[in-house]
């Protein structure tokens, strides 16, 4: 029930908590998204001996997404780690090498983690700012996301789709391993192209879902 001044009486046997209707209101809005795996991708691309481009993912992955209702650029937290061991770029050899102490050295830093900042638009797509750690080296770095919309699949879920680019120098990350040919071209580009397809699912209920139903059967 309401009471005059706005303050909404919810009961429990036999005493009540009151709570405001803004706080209700802020509460309901937050919205938990986690990734799907099975419709998402973490790519990365890089040039080998300046000729061609060598293609690699990541296999393990995860994504956590809070906003206020179905608004991204009102995010309260984007959190992304990729197991640096599941690294792939379709070369048993290659992958090995990637995994050691010259590049990821993945004993000692066994994840590459993003957190986002901030998302604004910019013209018909967005710009996502946050800090990228790889190798226990944090960079601030901006990517380009384009949202591809929010739909609801044929079992019920509400899932909203991403496309990420941006790119990064390894070298400034300390994956700075190189080789010559005898011809003076590097083995590997400093460049690396990000590239991800991102399909998250809207949880059927939050963290503050939860704190707001206990909240809501407390007795005083």
């Keep these: ?3 005059r001044d ?6 429990s046997n036999p005493c009540f908590v009151d709570v405001e209707l803004s706080q209700l209101k802020s509460e309901n809005m937050t919205t938990l998204w986690k990734i ?3 419709h998402s991708e973490v790519q990365f691309k890089v040039k080998h001996l ?4 060598v293609t690699g993912y990541f296999r393990k992955f995860d994504l956590t997404v809070e906003t206020e209702d179905e608004d991204f650029t009102q995010a309260k937290k984007i959190e992304f780690i990729a197991e640096a061991s599941s ?5 048993e050899q290659r992958d090995a090498h990637l ?3 010259d590049f990821f050295d993945v004993e000692k830093f066994g994840q590459v983690r993003f957190t986002g900042q901030t998302l604004e638009r910019a013209g018909e797509d967005y710009k996502l700012a946050g800090d990228l750690t790889i190798r226990g080296v944090t960079k601030s770095v901006t990517v380009n996301v384009h ?8 079992y019920g879920q509400t899932k909203a789709g991403f496309e990420v680019e941006g790119k990064i120098s390894r070298k400034e990350f300390g994956l700075v391993w190189n080789s010559m040919t005898e011809a003076g071209q590097v083995v590997v580009g400093d460049e690396i192209r990000l590239l991800s397809e991102i399909q998250l699912i809207r949880q059927a209920q939050s963290t503050a879902d939860n ?4 909240a809501a059967t407390t007795a005083y």
């Design 1 to 3: 029930m309401l009471a």
């Design 6 to 11: 706005g303050t909404a009486y919810i009961f």
């Design 36 to 38: 799907d795996p099975a």
């Design 50 to 53: 300046m000729i061609t481009t």
């Design 87 to 91: 690294i792939d770029t379709n070369s």
């Design 99 to 101: 995994r050691s102490a």
């Design 147 to 154: 949202f591809g919309g929010i739909v609801i699949d044929p």
């Design 211 to 214: 704190e707001r139903s206990k």
